[in-house]
């Protein structure tokens, strides 16, 4: 979906936009679903969330008695009935301070996430919540930096295992016959990959790292399995990282959301502590949040570590647990921020290595931090990079991405010639290529100028760049890769080539240019695929891409308003019937397609009685949006304004949030149609303009002449010179609309006449 504050891709559930911070949901106060923020009304049992003014059109809470921008009243309206809550996500955003606040959240059995450090709370309630079963993990910076992030923090708990061990033959021998013993149900190697979970010591590559994210997630769903029924619970959630987050949506699918007020407690008087007991602060921070004395002991060699622990205890650094830890997140940020002025601050991180560097942690990223801490770039380099290998081996998509954009920044440091920043810049751009792929393209132009000279990578790498330009709406940047491919492949190579060319055939349609569509699949598209047909059986996928390039052809005639559409389409419905197509998502925009057909002919009983048959099924984002396109243009012609402006309103949202921005603007400009019919021609104007500055910056043709069409019949003085500006666009070969064409010669009739 969409960031409705700086319109970046996020991921779907996402609780805040990654790039803004934004919150990008919202509770709804009745049932609990997690809407998106801007829905007007709850997806699951329809209660009103948000509401427009119709005096100002500005946007207000459902609760606003009065709207916010003019003060207009609004009227009261009954509340909808109660209707049972079917949810996969319950989050409840409201402040809670109390303990009964967590118990009910546990009773209800699901998984419980908590914004806001919760462990104090829960200490205080923990002899009422006795009565659950319930699996308990904190995140912090140092879980955000981890292989396996909280849910290997969970795990070791439960097993009451340290977060450093000797990695020797012994040790190995004894944690798989524990681990072997308590989850028989694994196999020997499944086994011996649970104990590398805990401390990681095997490094995997990156080509193999998303199937063995699934490998990873198949051994722990099966380690939680055996535990029976119980209750997650997850603190200072706005901290988790991508590895744990993701497992626990395919693990549970469900939680319950709790907001703690944060508890805000002075940091205790540092200038009261000796050097000595400030120094083993200073440790204990660096090295995370739980504290293991006997190991600092060891670094610091110091022998009255006890008296030391007590002390930081009874000042309210400290608190006692399975093993002490700071009193809270933000207590242990406050030390380590006052400790970093110390003046030996960089000599107890070089202990901190130095002795660390013999043992297997749970987390190398305690190393990593010591050695940027005392300066030493190259080591820090070193650790950050072995910790890609290891995220590789468990399948740490998240963490692999933030280890190697640390690496990129660091050897810019120290050797600003290494060829390696080639390598980072590839192996980001592909990871980042599907999560998000406007930053992948930030990386794969470097990756891509490295590549000369090799063609297989660099016709791999260009694929890549495609893929993201067409997700991130560069539809012009996706035409230039597949140009580029296409001058490096031998000519002679004819399915290829057609082939390829489809590949850039939706980017042409998106901007508009229908002549260069038409003629592509006439002459250079077509033959080819009529000649391979008629030598041998069609593999799959070219069969797949000739009927979508015909459906592609009838809607690129649509658009240019030629009949010769309805020849196209009876073609493609030979080909569903000869072949018996069962493709849900190709007959639905087939359908749709024949409506449009029928609207631009003049039909629009027929095309609405297609509309009306059709039904498409939820999953099938890109098929909804269309048919509601085709819905919204057939009342807009027949004037069916009642609701529509709301509908449209809707749309826009779903649009924004499957990232369809061609048909989002596109439905923003008839917007302004609505409020030119009302007589609402300033408003309307500022619409019209505002949407043909934006077509006409990301060199949208459609969109542009639809602007400019609606410009010119709302502006009759100035309707001359936009029009003849437009007719040229649209009779310009590599677009050749005439539909619009059309139009824009009888706006100049008009004005001759008078």
Known sequence: MKCPKCKENIPDNSLKCPHCNVRTTSACPKCGFVNYILEF???????????????????????????RKCGSEFEKTEPPKETPAETKVLRTDAVLQNDAAILKAVESGKTV???????????????QLQQYSMVYGKCTGLTQLTPGGVIQDILLSLFGLANFCIYNAQFKKDAFKFL??????????????????????????????FINKNYTFEILKKVFAKMGEFIFVIDNFDYIDAFSYEFLLSYKGEYTHLQIEPVKEPLPDMEALSQIQRD????????????????????????????IAGYLEKSGFIIPGVFYEFKSLAMREAVLETVRCDSNFEEINRKIYSFLINF???????????????????????????????????????????????????????????????????????????SNPKEAMDYLPDAIANAAGNKAKEIELLAYMSSCCRAAGNYYGEIECVDTVLAKIEPERALNTALLKTA????????????EIINLIDNEIMPVFNEYFGKKHAEAFVFETWTKTYLLLANTLILQGNKRAFEV????????????????????????????????????????EILKQLNVPDDLSEAILLRNLAVIINRLITRQYEGLQEEMHSVVMYANNIGNNPIKNIIKVLLGKILQDKGQIQDAMKIYNKQAEYFAKEKNTTGALLSWYLIAKADPENAAEVALKALEAAQDPKIDNMFFANLFNKILLVVADN
């Open 360 to 434: 297997t942690l749970s987390s190398n990223t305690v190393l990593g931090i010591a050695a940027q801490n005392m300066k030493d770039i190259q080591t820090a380099f070193e650790v950050w990079t072995k910790n890609t290998r290891l995220c590789a081996y468990i399948g740490d998509t998240g963490l692999y991405s933030i280890m190697q954009k640390q690496c990129l920044a660091l050897i810019n440091e120290f050797d600003e010639a290494s060829n390696i920043r080639f390598s980072i810049a590839e192996r980001l751009g592909k990871l980042l290529s599907a």
């Open 569 to 608: 389409l009876d073609i493609v419905k030979d080909i569903i019937e000869r072949y018996k197509i069962e493709d849900l998502s190709f007959l639905c925009r087939y359908k749709t397609a024949l409506a449009c057909a029928h609207t631009m002919q003049g039909d629009l009983p027929q095309s609405d």
């Open 180 to 209: 072997h013993h308590e989850f028989p149900e694994l196999s020997g190697s499944e086994v011996s990959d649970l104990v590398n979970f805990l401390y990681p010591v095997n490094e995997g590559i990156f080509e193999e790292i």
């Open 113 to 127: 996430v908590i914004s806001g450090e919760a462990a104090p709370v829960l200490k205080s309630a923990a002899e």
């Open 504 to 515: 850039k055939l939706q980017a042409l349609f998106n901007i508009g240019n229908c002549g």
């Open 280 to 307: 083993v602060l200073a440790a204990a921070a660096v090295m995370g949040d739980k504290i293991n004395f006997t190991l600092i002991s060891g670094i610091l060699d110091i022998e009255n570590i006890e008296d």
């Open 41 to 67: 009304a709850c997806k699951n049992c329809g209660a009103e969330l948000l509401k427009r003014c119709s005096n100002c059109k500005s946007v207000n809470f459902a609760e606003n008695s009065q709207c």
